[in-house]
Structure formats: structure tokens, C-alpha cells
């Protein structure tokens, strides 16, 4: 029996506005559910809107379902956009979604939720409380049904067996699969899989006894908000292009790149879709068993390109510029590197030198130090790791031997202390704020990086100012202002620093 009862922050005038223009911008942020059919669905659905009086709202997926609603078949709630931006400030349970959704609870090496609770520095109770007051449900149910959200987006994008789509979702039984499965949507995946194909045929070359080896690539489409820049920051990585690491093809408008998450290497290529918001991604995995990590790779691949931003809510952080005159662009988004580890190295290489410079040193650490492999028949390189790292002589790159030997002690830093974060590399020599500042931005896809201290920030802002009869006469009239900036763009800074960046051709060089 479906509970009627409406549970969302936005107002149902809002909802019902988006959801009858089929909105886009509000894709993730609320769910439609019909009480009459007993389904929710995206405010993109295709379907025939239904009557206002027949429907509820709800801020999240899990409470939809927990209302007695199933996913719709056509605009597939599986893969919206993820939005939590209406838990506000709670932090704590932010970082414990954030957990769940990179597996902590699920997999071979799944904990427990009181593990979880300990990690996040809190008693178990008191997580469940959090759960039960922002998502009404529990912890374990939250995570299962994550997992079986992105059981659901496998079974309708990809050719995966049903075991490798179990597999992938964190699932450790095929019949555990099964069962929640179809006690949750009332349908078994094998004839979700054929509702979502409109056909009954056998024409896939499905096995669900044995793991494929992945010759061909995983292809799956992963949706955002609009708007998004997808030639500014095409063109960002592309300045900052590392061979055999990194590829651009600007007529495709597609990118591509090795990489190494948590163990698990291989690569992927990206390119917008022409009618659809989304981005249409291929992965390949260079090991089988690394099927189990797909649900990481793609929330990696969503923080790399920032798709879960809400690009209508951050463009008020940037008010501080557009009241001087600055032009803005309001698809401007965080792109992001494949590892924070990553990201610091290439604000050391970066130090004092331009970003012509900075790069083609980059180039000459990933050809001496990274890991080479061998993909579909071509030969591509990683970024190399803390440990090697930490041991390289450095001596191809023409630099000062102060920065070489910064970089080797990050390396020995991050290998020996794996869970330390940006902010312990303080203790480092030769790494200071703006380093950390850099890699939490590009490596964390930290939000709230405002870099007033960057030369670049600095002559735009002069700049700006200038142009708006509001001229910086003193280093601490700067300061006073870019500290008055940072806390009217919090926290979205790292979006202003990126606004700024991308003012005019040469600081989108500097960044």
C-alpha cells in the first residue's frame, strides 16, 4: 500500500513547474512520485504528466522507495544526477553517504555499520539516528539500495552478465541479488533487462556463470545538470595534456586517460552526448575481477568531471565578480585530476614556471615513472605513485634540486602514511598552502578553494576592481577583500577561482 505523504525541501510549486517543463536543471534534485501508478520518476520524464493532485514530492530516491514507489522504466531514476545539497550543513552524514557509495558497507570486504560509525568518529546509534532523520531509512537499507540502483543502471546501459552486474553492485550472492531485486521493484532483473530492451530475445551473449574477460569496453551514460562547459574544460585538460597518459580527440570532443583507483587500473574514454545532458563513457579494465569496483570507478569519474554540481545554486557564489563586471560562465565546472596524489604533483612542477613549463615536466616524470600497460592494442603509461616517487633520482627534469627533492619527500610522506590528507603534507618541506589548496581542489574536487593568493586571482581582481572605479591601493586592502570574497563565495569558492581563471586567455593558461 503507498503511503501518501509528500517529503521535500523544495516547494511543490517549484516541483510542479520543473516537472511539467521537464526541466533538466532540477534532474536528481526531487522525485516525482505517482501515487496512482505507484512510481516515481525524474522531472525529465517523458511520460504524460500527471494530475498535481495525484502525485508527491520527495528529495531523495531511497525515500520514494521507502513510500512504497518503484523506479520508472522510461526515465530510469538510476541514473539521475546525485543530489544532497538539501542536507544542508550535516556534514557527518554527508561523509558516511559518501562512504557508502564507494562500497564500505558492501563487497567482499564489506564492514559493518558500527565500523562505519567508529571511522566517522561517532557511535552507532547515533549514525542511525542521522540516517533515520535525513533519509528514513537505516544505514544497511541505504546502502542496498544504492547498490541496487546501480544494479538497475547496469541491467538497462550494458551487456554485462547478471552475475557481473551483481558483482559490480556490491553484491556477494547472486540470489541475494535476485531476491532484493524483485522484492524491491517487483520484477526479476531478467525481465527488467528485457522491459528496458522492448524485446524477449536472446540476442546478447549474456552468461551468468562466468565472468567475460573485457576485451571490449564497459559503456555507460552518466547524466548531469545543465549547464555544462564541456569545451572549456576539454580545452583545460588539453593544455595540460600528458602523452601516452592522456588523449583528446577535438573532433569528437572526447577524452580520454589511464587510470588507478584504489588498486584498479585501466582506462577510460569520455565525450558529451549531442542530445541528451549526459556524458557517454567507455572503461576498460584490465582485470576481470576488477568488475567489483566498477561502482567506484564511475563515482571517481563523476568527481573528475563534476557532474553533480548544481551549476543554478553556484552561480550565486559568483556574485562578488558579476557586481564588478566580470563575464561569467555559468557551465564552468571543477576538472578534476585522477588522483589528489596527482593533483599536488602538478602544483610542485607548477611552482614559479608557466603552465607550458609546468607540463612538459609532467610529461617527462609520467615517461620515466609510470607504469607502463597495454590497452586494446596500444601502449599508454599511469601516473606514476607516491612510492615511486619517492625513490626517482628526478634527474630528467630540469628544475631547482629544492623542488625535485620536494616532490620526493611528498612521495615518501604519502606511501608511508596512505590515509594522511592534503592538509597533513604541511609537514612536507617544500610544500606549503597554495600546494595543498591546489591538490584539494583538482584532487578532492574540494568545492570551497577560493585561491586569493594566486597571481592570476590577483590580477584579475586588480583588474576588476580597476574597471569598476574600485582600485586596490595596498597589499592589505587586498587582503581584507579577497577575505570579504572567500567568505561570500563559501562554498563554492573553487568555482570563483575557476571563474577567474577562465576571465581572459591568459589567466585560462595559468591556472
Known sequence: MVQINSDCNITAQICQQARLSRDARFDGQFFTGVLTTGI????ICPAPAPYEKNVRYFDSAIKAANAGLRPCLRCRPDSAPSSFAWLGTQTTLMRAIKLIEQGFLSGDNAGTVESLAQKLGISSRYLHKLFNQGMGTSPKRFALYQQLMFAKQLLHQ??????????????????????FFKQQLLLTPSDLRQKSRGSTDDTHPYNDNQVRTYIKPITLALSYRPPLSWSKMLAFYAFRQVD?????????????????????????????????????????????????????????????????????????ALLPIITLGAQIDSGLRIPATGSVFEAACRAVLGQQVSVLQATKLLNLLVKHYGTTLLIDGKTWRLFPTPETIAAASLDELNMPGARKLALNALGKFVHQHADSTPDDWLEVKGIGPWTVAYAKMRGLSDPDMFLSSDLVIKKRLYALHEQAGQSIETPKSYLSIAADMTKQASPWGSYLTFQLWDHDPVAAKNG
Open 158 to 179: 550494458t551487456q554485462l552478465s547478471m552475475t557481473e552486474v551483481a558483482m559490480a553492485a556490491g553484491f556477494n550472492s547472486i540470489r541475494r541479488f535476485n531476491e
Open 244 to 316: 601516452n597518459m592522456e588523449v583528446i580527440d577535438d573532433e569528437l570532443g572526447r577524452y580520454g586517460r589511464t587510470f588507478s583507483f584504489d588498486g584498479v587500473d585501466g582506462f577510460f574514454y569520455v565525450s558529451p552526448n549531442i542530445d541528451k545532458p549526459q556524458l557517454d563513457v567507455s572503461i576498460y579494465l584490465l582485470d576481470a575481477n576488477d568488475i567489483k569496483s566498477l561502482h567506484h570507478i564511475v563515482l571517481q569519474l563523476r568527481r573528475m568531471f563534476d557532474l553533480d554540481a548544481d551549476m543554478v545554486v553556484i552561480r550565486q
Open 40 to 43: 516515481y520518476c525524474r522531472s
